[in-house]
């Protein structure tokens, strides 16, 4: 027969484990174990200072944590107005989204499949894009996705 004060420890230890059976043990990352960190930006106007400030945002996040040794994955992802960036055609830093390519492998480059039809129909003419430009169906969209999957977004 199990006494009353033998009781009461079982209880109380068996309230301890509550907690970590509820909720699972926190998990531990060993120090080989790097979490990848994901970053999507938006590009939505037609201005070359936001294009720039947005290359800027990319180069200087993929610089820090390659600095610490940590993985970063960014998606710039361009709609409305902000697809002229990856026009072609009309963009004012095809240079640098060219060098972005080599030096930044990280870096991902989007564009707005419901942005080119209309410009297409606006213009009457289809739409070029620079090289190596993912087509989504649509940027808004594409933001949504990737919030769900955890990605922090940002219009700088």
Known sequence: MISRRMMTALIAGLAGLLPALAWGEPKKESKNETKTHRLALQISDNVPEKMNGVLNVAANVSRYYDSRGEEVEIEIVAFN????????????V?????????????????????TMDTMERNEGHPIRLLPQIDVVEAGVTRLIELSEQGWAIVRP
């Open 81 to 92: 107005a902000g697809m002229h960036m990856l026009r072609e055609d009309t963009s004012p």
């Open 94 to 114: 095809k240079e640098r989204i060219a060098n972005f390519r080599k030096s930044m492998p990280n870096v991902a480059f989007t564009a707005c499949r419901n």
